[in-house]
Each structure stands twice: as structure tokens, then as C-alpha cells.
């Protein structure tokens, strides 16, 4: 499994980013894709999971406290694509953000060696 995250830049506190996960390869064993954050000196923190739906179960979202509320993650199963909004950004929002598969759990997944593949990050950072 192959992920690609984009979406990053520079956005002003207030506003709003939509970050793209686009995942490539064995995608049918994907049960969770989550997005994490990581500034400079500090560990990486989870930010939002999606656990994928099928037929009958519907697909389930996870958040961080920092962002519930104001952050929406979503799926795009024909494009094999998890997107993450993020509203009301604030300057403490500033990291680099990764997308993460887990192809072995399904659910609330916030530790990131609950997660078998990882994206290359993208920066964004939030000016005051």
C-alpha cells in the first residue's frame, strides 16, 4: 500500500484546510486510515481515523480532542482517497500532518504502531 497526502500550505488562523490521502496498491485490505501531526521535538499525536465501512457497517470516525469538533474526516471509496478538514486553525495547528493504514485493526486507532503504512507528510502551518 502506496499513500500520498497533500492539501498542505499555508493557511491564516480562522480558516479552514482540507488535506487529501490518496492510497494506492492492496487498498481492499485497508480497514483504518488515520491522520497524525508532528512539529519539531515532539512526538507524533493523532489528529483523526476513519475505520473503513462495507456493506453493512457503516464507516466510523475518531478524533482527537484538540480537533473534535471543528475537523471532519471523510472517505472517497471510489478514489481510494480519506480527506481531513480542519476548520477554526489556530497557529498551535502548525505541523507536519501524516496519513497512516492500518491493514491488521479496524477502529480507534491513536498510536501509530497501530498502523502498517505511512505517507510522506505535509507541512501546514497557520499564521496569526
Known amino acids: 500500500v502506496q499513500l500520498q497526502a497533500s492539501g498542505g500550505g499555508l493557511v491564516q488562523a480562522g480558516g479552514t484546510m482540507r488535506l487529501s490521502c490518496k492510497a494506492s496498491?492492496?487498498?481492499?485490505?485497508?480497514?483504518?486510515t488515520g491522520w497524525f501531526r508532528q512539529v519539531p521535538g515532539k512526538e507524533r499525536e493523532f489528529v483523526a481515523a476513519?475505520?473503513?465501512?462495507?456493506?453493512?457497517?457503516?464507516?466510523?470516525?475518531f478524533y482527537a480532542d484538540s480537533v473534535k469538533g471543528r475537523s471532519t474526516v471523510s472517505t472517497d471509496g471510489a478514489e481510494n482517497t480519506v480527506n481531513l478538514q480542519m476548520n477554526g486553525l489556530k497557529p498551535g495547528d502548525t505541523a507536519v500532518y501524516y496519513c497512516a493504514a492500518s491493514s491488521t485493526h479496524w477502529g480507534d486507532l491513536r498510536r501509530t504502531k497501530d498502523y502498517d503504512y505511512w505517507g510522506r507528510g505535509t507541512q501546514v502551518t497557520v499564521s496569526s
Open positions: 496498491g492492496d487498498t481492499f485490505n485497508i480497514y483504518t
Open positions: 476513519i475505520g473503513r465501512g462495507t456493506g453493512t457497517i457503516t464507516a466510523v470516525t
